[in-house]
């Protein structure tokens, strides 16, 4: 049986740390090259408890590198970050233990069940993995396929499974890059709600996405970028795409 196995080695519950929190973060005249290419340019902006961020622009806009740097895996080149008025390097552990990330990788052991994986992470952020796993997977809808390999799930299982390994810290930051790929209308649905309970709760939700139609009814504000350049930051208002088709045809 799948719930048999045992999970791999941990290092251990997190050392202990000053806690720490914040309820804003801001970016300033942040930029990142690669090599020639520029990612980002002197891009400037603040996020707030409670929004749910909509960082919206074409393919190579800078969304993934933007979602990047919040988490703290991409150094800016240029410019700061400030988690509540703290720099990254002056929050130190304690920062990291207050952002949740689902990228395009969804950090998944395939060959573990969906509760093997779940509890791997619970015990890496130091909690207490019987109601914490059990409480997200029945969020994710997995309670009946608790116990299968996560080899065997459907894409948008596996999505729904890495959206809940993320969250399982309560983290204050969660960003999302392209959270609703592979999911059925649904799916869709059920991940949004979970997005607005977040920003409910006091999270600052950024969610790097491509479907205007899904951050019409979804996001409080609208991030738009193009080739790295901050176009436009906005509160949500309806006839996003419109107003998208004027913003990106004007640059």
């Known amino acids: 049986m799948a719930q048999d196995r045992n999970l791999p080695t941990t290092p251990g519950s997190p050392p ?103 509890a791997f992470f619970a015990q890496m952020y130091g909690l207490d993995t019987n109601g914490v796993v059990s409480a997200a997977l029945d969020r994710a809808g997995l309670g009946e396929r608790a116990d299968d390999d996560v080899q065997r799930f459907s894409r948008g299982m596996r999505q729904r499974l890495a959206l809940e390994r993320a969250l399982l810290h309560r983290p204050r930051l969660a960003l999302f890059d392209e959270p609703f790929t592979g999911l059925d209308d649904a799916a869709v649905s059920s991940v949004s709600e979970r997005l607005r309970a977040l920003a409910a709760e006091g999270a600052i939700v950024v969610v790097a996405m491509h479907d205007l139609d899904l951050a019409d009814g979804l996001v409080t504000r609208v991030v738009l970028l193009r080739e790295g350049r901050l176009l436009a930051d906005e509160p949500a208002a309806s006839g996003l795409r419109a107003r998208y088709r004027t913003a990106i045809g004007a640059a």
């Open 16 to 118: 202990d740390v000053t806690p720490f929190d914040f309820d804003s973060v801001q970016l300033i005249d942040v930029s990142r090259q690669f090599g020639r290419r520029r990612a980002l340019a002197r891009v400037s902006l603040t996020f707030k408890s409670g929004d749910i961020v909509g960082l919206l622009g074409p393919n190579g806009a800078g969304k993934s590198t933007l979602i990047g740097v919040l988490a703290t895996l991409v150094a800016p080149s240029g410019g700061e970050v400030r988690y509540g008025g703290l720099l990254a390097r002056d929050a130190g552990t304690a920062l990291r233990q207050r952002i949740g990330l689902l990228a395009h990788e969804l950090y998944l052991y395939p060959e573990l069940s969906a509760r093997q994986n779940l």
